[in-house]
C-alpha cells in the first residue's frame, strides 16, 4: 500500500515537472524599451503591409520577420 502512494505521487511530481517545464515560456517579439502594446502595433503593420502588396500567404511569414527585424525587433 505505502509502495502504491509512493508510486502514484512521483507520477503525479514528474507530470507536474514536465508539464510545467513545457509551458513556462513562450518566444516572441521583442526590443529593448518598447511595450507590448507598441510591438503588437509593428507586428499589425507588418501582416497589413505584406497583405496589402499581394504576397500569397505561404511567404507572408518570411516577409512579417523581415519586416519586424528591419524595425530593431529580435523573436527571442
Same mark, same amino acid.
Given at each position: 500500500?505505502?509502495?502504491t502512494?509512493?508510486?502514484?505521487?512521483?507520477?503525479?511530481?514528474?507530470?507536474?515537472?514536465?508539464?510545467?517545464? /513545457?509551458? $513556462?515560456y513562450? *518566444?516572441?517579439? @521583442? +526590443?529593448?524599451?518598447v511595450?507590448?502594446?507598441?510591438?503588437?502595433?509593428?507586428?499589425?503593420?507588418?501582416?497589413?503591409?505584406?497583405? /496589402?502588396? $499581394?504576397?500569397? *500567404?505561404?511567404? @507572408? +511569414?518570411?516577409?512579417?520577420?523581415?519586416c519586424?527585424?528591419?524595425?530593431?525587433?529580435?523573436?527571442?
Amino acid at each position: 500500500m505505502v509502495k502504491t502512494v509512493i508510486s502514484i505521487a512521483t507520477i503525479i511530481s514528474l507530470s507536474l515537472s514536465v508539464t510545467g517545464c /513545457l509551458g $513556462g515560456y513562450q *518566444a516572441s517579439w @521583442q +526590443q529593448q524599451g518598447v511595450s507590448h502594446h507598441d510591438t503588437n502595433s509593428n507586428i499589425s503593420e507588418c501582416k497589413y503591409q505584406a497583405a /496589402l502588396h $499581394g504576397i500569397p *500567404a505561404n511567404q @507572408q +511569414q518570411e516577409l512579417i520577420t523581415n519586416c519586424m527585424q528591419s524595425k530593431g525587433f529580435r523573436y527571442q
